[in-house]
């Protein structure tokens, strides 16, 4: 019997999950890079945000991202991060440790389990509730970021009534589309733009909603985003320009892809619906 559209959207959300063993993984490995900062570095705390934290990981491709809060902040976010890569260098040798700013990466299982670590220093903004570091930005010098207020926002949008889940459903569908079709953009950006995008809606379809976000992106030319909770500077989407003119070359496929696959779907033809979802995801939607 061949299946739904809603049906195929729910075996994919599915096969997105994250496994148990990835998580267990992921948590023994951060147990170690944190013992191995302590010993290294003047450490207040470790904080775990990114998508295993936040419920947004997409299978294969869930890192684990850390935000080490350090004391005596440096002039130069270049030398926060070598303080960083020194330290997980000397405590894992024969592991690949790269800077890839923000963070420092340590690609575990030769890349199949990566974390990220991010070194950041408190500011006196925010409030006894929002906690806000300086971070390496993009290419140089420091950006903000108040990594729990930016997680409250994800669960107040996915705790809406009549909503339930749906930021974070549609956060993964985002990713899934990101990841699937090498599309260089910030999976934090597009995480905060699901999540905004949802309390606009009275209601989630997966078919509806992927194609109202990527539309609804494509629009804005994904313009910078600023923080729903006012505590830090605005979201970017792209590391450089070169970046965002390619990932605005994809996006304009993609949405338009979704937008085929939306009018098949409300024409009730869904053969045609489940081709151009398989295009949207690069080949990796369910059949029919």
Not at 203 to 215: F, K, N, R, S
Request: net charge positive; aromatic share 10%.
């Amino acid at each position: 019997m061949a299946r739904t559209v809603d049906q195929g959207f729910d075996v994919f959300m599915s096969s997105l999950t994250p496994l148990s063993s990835q998580q267990s993984a992921a948590s023994s490995h951060r147990a170690s890079i944190e013992k191995s900062l302590r010993n290294a570095l003047d450490v207040s705390v470790v904080w775990e945000t990114g998508s295993f934290h936040h419920g947004t990981g997409i299978r294969g491709h869930a890192d684990i991202d850390l935000l080490v809060s350090l004391k005596n902040k440096p002039n130069s976010s270049d030398t926060a991060l070598r303080w960083v890569r020194d330290a997980l260098t000397a405590s894992f040798p024969f592991t690949t440790v790269r800077t890839s700013r923000p963070a420092v990466v340590v690609e575990f299982a030769g890349g199949a389990e990566t974390i990220e670590v991010i070194p950041g220093f408190l500011t006196g903004r925010g409030n006894s509730d929002t906690l806000v570091y300086d971070i390496p930005g993009a290419d140089s010098g420091w950006i903000d970021t108040a990594p729990r207020a930016h997680l409250d926002y994800v669960n107040e949008c996915n705790n809406r009534d009549g909503m339930k889940g749906a930021a974070k459903k549609l956060t993964r569908l985002a990713k899934a589309w990101k990841y699937y079709n090498n599309v260089p953009i910030s999976s934090f950006y597009l995480e905060m733009r699901a999540a905004q995008y949802i309390t606009t809606q009275s209601t989630y379809v997966a078919v509806w909603d992927i194609c109202g976000l990527l539309e609804d992106l494509n629009s804005k030319q994904l313009a910078a985003m600023n923080d729903p909770k006012g505590f830090s500077g605005r979201f970017y989407p792209c590391s450089s320009e070169a970046r965002k003119i390619e990932a605005l070359s994809k996006l304009s496929t993609g949405a338009s892809r979704a937008r085929k696959a939306l009018d098949a779907h409300n024409a009730n033809n869904s053969a045609t619906c489940f081709i151009y979802l398989d295009f949207l995801f690069g080949g990796n939607f369910p059949s029919r």
